[in-house]
T-cell receptor
Framework: DTGVSQNPRHKITKRGQNVTFRCDPI?????LYWYRQTLGQGPEFLTY????????KSRLLSDRFSAERPKGSFSTLEIQRTEQGDSAMYLC????????????FGQGTRLTVV | AQSVTQLDSQVPVFEEAPVELRCNYS??????LFWYVQYPNQGLQLLLK??????LVESINGFEAEFNKSQTSFHLRKPSVHISDTAEYFC????????????FGKGTMLLVSP
């Protein structure tokens, strides 16, 4: 296993278009997280899955955003009707169950909305 | 809720000089503490973590951080930096009991010049 994988690495889209990102976590990890990182800021939490259940969503996750994790494996994050303010790096992380386990991050998908 | 303050957005330093990147946190509960490093256009990599035990933790590449509960700090230090240490460094916290996601600081850009 080579770690958390995210695709695509870069995405340029026109305002108003829909985009979808994919995250493949480390295979034995049952927790999966999405974060958003804008320029000059640290990562901000968007949503969290344990297996296939979406257990927590940040207020940053507007109704244009939807995330899924079918069968508790890979996850997708879709943004509908993209806006220029959605331009950011979208990071996925995974971890195993347990209080003192660490999260491993993917390389991120950089979204540019023009 | 937790918050993390990284007091310096940018730290310029010459190669082989010592460096300290400051991190202070606020939390009403006990926390675990982390430092992550991010190279340009890459995801985050865990550098070191404090969960319990010795308050001084070390990474494999010469960084160390000391947990100071009374000062609510977790500063990162290295006695002699290399050009390759140029990157953005993020301090993060997570409650030590129950489940919660990471809360990150805004990051400190370490710029090492020859």
């Amino acid at each position: 296993d080579t770690g958390v994988s995210q695709n695509p690495r870069h995405k340029i889209t026109k305002r108003g278009q829909n985009v979808t990102f994919r995250c493949d976590p480390i295979s034995e990890h049952n927790r999966l997280y999405w974060y958003r990182q804008t320029l000059g800021q640290g990562p901000e939490f968007l949503t969290y899955f344990q297996n296939e259940a979406q257990l927590e969503k940040s207020r940053l996750l507007s109704d244009r955003f939807s995330a899924e994790r079918p069968k508790g494996s890979f996850s997708t994050l879709e943004i509908q009707r993209t806006e220029q303010g959605d331009s950011a790096m979208y990071l996925c992380a995974s971890s195993s169950t347990g209080v003192n386990t660490e999260a491993f991050f993917g390389q991120g998908t950089r979204l540019t909305v023009v | 809720a937790q918050s993390v303050t990284q007091l310096d957005s940018q730290v310029p330093v010459f190669e082989e000089a010592p460096v300290e990147l400051r991190c202070n946190y606020s939390s009403s509960v006990s926390v675990y503490l982390f430092w992550y490093v991010q190279y340009p256009n890459q995801g985050l990599q865990l550098l070191l973590k404090y969960l319990s035990g010795s308050t001084l933790v070390e990474s494999i590449n010469g960084f160390e951080a000391e947990f100071n509960k009374s000062q609510t700090s977790f500063h990162l230090r290295k006695p002699s930096v290399h050009i390759s240490d140029t990157a953005e460094y993020f301090c993060a916290v997570r409650p030590s009991s129950g489940y919660s996601t990471l809360t990150f600081g805004k990051g400190t850009m370490l710029l090492v010049s020859p």
